[in-house]
Structure formats: C-alpha cells, structure tokens
C-alpha cells in the first residue's frame, strides 16, 4: 500500500447530548494519531462520527478531500462506503461463524477498485492459520482482537480506527496484540487512530496525539510535543 495515497482526516464537528458537549476540530495525517484522554471525554464519540456511526449535530468530515459527512449540505455518507475500518473494544464477531468466514466478512465493504491486502497475507501477518476452523467462543481475547484487526483489514479500508482495541484484554495479551498492530503499520502504511486513556500503551508508537479533555482538544500535534 503506497503510503502517499492517502494523505488526509479533517474535521470540524460538533455535537451535544445532556450536559456533555463535543466540539472538535483537527486535521490528521499519515502515520498512528493517538486519541488519548480520560473516560468520558468524548473519544469514543469523536470516532463514532468519523465511523459514521453517528450522525453529529453539526460539522464536517473529509477523507483525502472527499466529504463524508456535511450537515449544512445534508450529506452523509454511510458507514460501509467510508472506506474506513473500526475495531472495537469488543471484538464483535459472529458466534455461529469460524475465524475464516468472519474475516472474509470483511470482503464484502471491500471498496471498488481499492487495494489491500489478500485474505492470505492477513492470515500470515497476524499468525492466524491454526485457528481458522475455530469458532470464537473457543478463542482467548488476544485471539479475538487480531481476528478482529484481520477482519477491519480486508475492507481494504483507506483509514484505521482503532477504539481501545486492547480494553478487553489482560496485560499479558495486551503485549501479545501490541506487535501485530506494529506489523500492521510496517506492512502496510496504513493510517491509523488509536484510541485510549493510556498515553504510555502508545507513547513510543504514535506519530501524532489528538489530547481530548471534556470534549475539547487540549493538544493537537506531533507525539513529540506532547508531555505526560
């Protein structure tokens, strides 16, 4: 994947519920941004919009120049033709389905004409050969997480959105998915947000921090620049 195709996340949004108030506005870039902040200060409300999984109350997302959503203009574009890949802090993979089919699941918001990786080069990056008969009840959680990854992966997406993906997991898995997510990026090029309220989980990783305090940006640039 050419790392120079794909170039730019910018966002302008804003958005409330209750007493919380969201209001952001940021541009990323290649590389792994880190969305770090406490619980409840929006991070994972940020992502939903940028998923499209959230519609918010006012703003813009763009992706490389493309608009995906403008209230003003009353577009949205939905989730699967985003070209953007999530995974959760939950794996939410298909019970009744084995590893193998629940990531060529991800094949089918494969976007047109995109590259990407094969379902044999996932396999290999994320060492997941001798579990494709599996079903994921009969999984670990760090087995989980990466069949997860792998299923993000085959949407050939454009961007990766990774919504505390290592919440779920002890600490020992924790240093098991760490990484395949270091491959990911080796192999691939493949933008990236990391979300977590652990700075020191993605402190030597992240290229970029996105600081989110009460729904606001505190920090916005090089991973350098931010302290603590």
Request: no cysteine; proline share 7%.
């Amino acid at each position: 994947m050419d790392p120079e195709t794909f170039v730019s996340l910018d966002l302008d949004v804003r958005h409330h519920f209750d007493e919380f108030r969201l209001e952001v506005r940021a541009t990323v870039g290649r590389g792994l941004t880190a969305l770090v902040g406490p619980s409840g200060s929006g991070k994972t409300t940020l992502l939903n919009i940028l998923a499209g999984l959230l519609r918010p109350n006012a703003g813009t997302v763009r992706l490389d120049g493309d608009v995906l959503t403008d209230t003003s203009a009353r577009r949205f574009v939905r989730p699967d033709r985003r070209a953007i890949g999530i995974v959760f802090q939950e794996p939410r993979l298909f019970p009744h389905l084995t590893v193998k089919h629940n990531l060529l699941y991800g094949r089918w918001f494969r976007r047109a004409g995109g590259s990407g990786p094969s379902p044999d080069g996932v396999i290999d990056l994320l060492k997941l050969g001798a579990l494709l008969s599996r079903r994921p009840a009969h999984l670990s959680g760090g087995e989980k997480q990466r069949v997860a990854l792998g299923r993000a992966l085959l949407s050939r997406p454009k961007w990766l959105l990774l919504d505390e993906p290592l919440a779920s997991v002890d600490r020992a898995h924790r240093e098991e998915i760490l990484p395949y997510l270091d491959r990911i990026r080796a192999e691939y090029a493949l933008p990236a947000i990391y979300v977590t309220h652990t700075w020191p989980e993605v402190s030597d990783r992240a290229d970029h921090v996105l600081d989110l305090r009460n729904g606001r940006l505190e920090f916005s640039g090089p991973a350098t620049g931010r302290q603590g």
